[in-house]
């Protein structure tokens, strides 16, 4: 599994991903100040799921045709720590009943939500 940090995922998650070993690029230090589009062709080209705690993914998904086949999770969560968006995702990828491929994940506080790409 690949995953691609948007800018407002906090770089601590991102150092904590690669610590674990997980395969993750973060657009802070690879392409930053890039516009949404270009991340999610980005994510589309390098088969990666997108991390962000930009809702407006959800938008170019749906009302613009985008189909990341590796999936998009967004976070929407009101308060947490740099760390967090990390744990969540180290969390996730040991669940067996749960997969990202062509799904627009939102997590908020207390729930996880799934919906087809």
Known sequence: MKF???ENVPIKSVTILLEEGIDIISVINECPSVADEDVMK???????????FDRDYGELIYKHGYKPMAGVIYFRIKSF?????????????????????????????????????
């Open 4 to 6: 691609l940090a948007n």
């Open 81 to 117: 720590n740099p760390e967090d968006p990390a744990h969540i995702v180290m969390e996730l990828i040991q669940r067996k009943d749960i997969s990202f491929e062509k799904l627009f994940t939102v997590i908020d506080d207390i729930s996880i939500r799934q919906r087809k790409i």
């Open 42 to 52: 980005l994510a589309i080209k390098e088969n990666r799921t997108i991390l962000t």
